[in-house]
């Protein structure tokens, strides 16, 4: 016991100082680290192993709806960037540029990409000629660039992985139902894998996208009472395929302008995780997401039958397709692993000794709940594969029961404020619709609209910032 009080000393507790227990979490977990550039960041591989599962998931969903994975550059030549005014206005603040080739001056600087709807588009335009060929389904894996200038690992970094699908269709309602089945997507793996209850919805003008007719967005509710934006989709209309000149011979033999669609999701969707289900013990990781899924423990392994029965558990995990770590490292003792274990979220610990082997049983306790219960080692596959899902379905019903308790309806902007203050999440209320009341409130409180979302309460007839006529119910909160 006096390691395991030792141990939790060191993380800093989310009470006291959220911001410094999530940087005691990800440094301590070995999932990150800080690099020679400032802002930007190393995923480590069991950081890096979170984002290859996030991956493999919508890899395949995408697949499944009919896109395609392709590589575009790197670099973008700054004419391109400004060819849509709207995109280059929003993105122009925080783009590197690179202006050298070896020591010869380049005549036109090249920027790293912030995203690559532009140089993708220019592409479009060269390749597209007649409807016959639509829809483009294309998604790129890679990274882009964006100098912050204050940064947090995962949440917001200089460079960032991520995907980013960009995608051509004939009509405007085809464009409209790509955006918002990829938006379902995106919401399906929150809560699917990660076990994070999103709220959707559109984005403000003032919030949307450089150069989209309407983005959309997943909004998760960390524990500290803010709101991350965990993924978007644009509808892009036909802004881009214009000012691209991207055309095509329609079906009535004239010339006509694609509708455009693009969607992202990045790492800082491993920050919402650390943000929602980790505790003042370390990460908790949503079972689908670990990288390790079972963690076993062999208790005086230097007894006959002992090693031999953990692997052999190991086996029977590994070929239900569990992910196991069999930790028989000699020179750390059990309850040393088990606080390891635990500070990096395994999600379930299995501990087998001989007396346990004896009674025909295993220990397994829940880093969730932090419970722990017997099981027969008989169908012990089953038992833990069954006991995965459970435990995922308590993360994310946890995880929604709090974002519930953070969520409040305020009446008016006195109300907001006070609510804001002390005890800040989604605040819940009717808004007017117009820009300058939502700008109000962004500079005196922090505070912004975080999405319009799809499912509309009626709260009442008037903005509850300004007291104008209401136009739609909104989520706001603080975000990250
Ligand atoms: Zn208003």
Redesign the pocket.
Known sequence: MAKKQEFVKEITKMEDDFPQWYTDVIMKTDMVDYSPVKGFMVIKPYGYAIWENIQSFLDRRFKETGHQNCYFPLLIPESLLNKEKEHVEGFAPEVAWVTHGGSEKLAERLCVRPTSETIICSMYSKWLTSYRELPYLYNQWCSVVRWEKSTRPFLRTSEFLWQEGHTLHETAEEAQAETLQMLSIYKEMAEDLLAIPMVDGRKSDRERFAGAESTYTIEALMHDGKALQSGTSHNLAQHFTKAFDITFQGRSGELEYPHHTSWGVSTRLIGGIIMVHGDNRGLVLPPRVAPIQVVIIPIAQNKEGVLDKAYEIKKELEAKGIRVKLDDDTNYSPGWKFNQYEMKGVPLRLEIGPRDIEQNIAMIARRDDLSKESYSLDNLGESISALLDTVHNDMLRRATEYRDEKTFTFKDYEEFKVKMKESPGFAKGM??G?EE?EAKVKDETGVTIRCIPFNQENLGDT?H??Q?PAKHMIYAAKAY
Do not use: N, P
């Open positions: 808004w007017c117009e009341c903005c910032f300004c104008k």
